[in-house]
C-alpha cells in the first residue's frame, strides 16, 4: 500500500523559514509529479508548489521567490523550503503525489496526513 508521510511543520515567526518534506513509501513503480497545497479553516485546498519528475517547478504567485520545492527521486521524497514566512502562509500544508503502484497501469493521485504551519507575528 501507498502512503505519503509529511514532516516538518510547526511554529515559526514571520519572516523565519522552514523546511517540509513528505515520504512516499510502499510498493511503487513510478512517481509523476509532486506537489504541496495548503488549506486554512472554512476553504479550499489550494495549490502552492509542483514539480515534475524531470524537475520542472510551478508556483502559486503568492509565494514565488519565497518557497522553493525540490524533490529527490532515490528516496521518493518531496521537499518544500519556506523562506521569508508571512502571518497568511499560516495553514495545514499537504503533500500530493501522482503515483503508479506496482503491478498496477493506472496514476492515482495520493495525499499525505497534513502538517501545521503556524506562522506569528
Known amino acids: 500500500q501507498v502512503q505519503l508521510v509529511e514532516s516538518g511543520g510547526g511554529l515559526v515567526q514571520a519572516g523565519g523559514s522552514l523546511r517540509l518534506s513528505c515520504a512516499a513509501s510502499?510498493?511503487?513503480?513510478?512517481?509523476?509529479?509532486m506537489g504541496w497545497y495548503r488549506q486554512v479553516p472554512g476553504k479550499q485546498r489550494d495549490l502552492v508548489a509542483t514539480?515534475?519528475?524531470?524537475?520542472?517547478?510551478n508556483y502559486v504567485d503568492s509565494v514565488k521567490g519565497r518557497f522553493t520545492i525540490s524533490r529527490d527521486n532515490a528516496k521518493n521524497t518531496v521537499y518544500l523550503q519556506m523562506d521569508s514566512l508571512k502571518l497568511e502562509d499560516t495553514a495545514v500544508y499537504y503533500c500530493?503525489?501522482?503515483?503508479?503502484?506496482?503491478?498496477?497501469?493506472?496514476?492515482?493521485?495520493?495525499w499525505g496526513q497534513g502538517t501545521q504551519v503556524t506562522v506569528s507575528s
Open positions: 500530493n503525489a501522482n503515483i503508479q503502484p506496482m503491478g498496477l497501469y493506472a496514476l492515482y493521485v495520493y
Open positions: 510502499g510498493s511503487i513503480f513510478r512517481i509523476n509529479a
Open positions: 514539480i515534475t519528475s524531470a524537475g520542472d517547478t
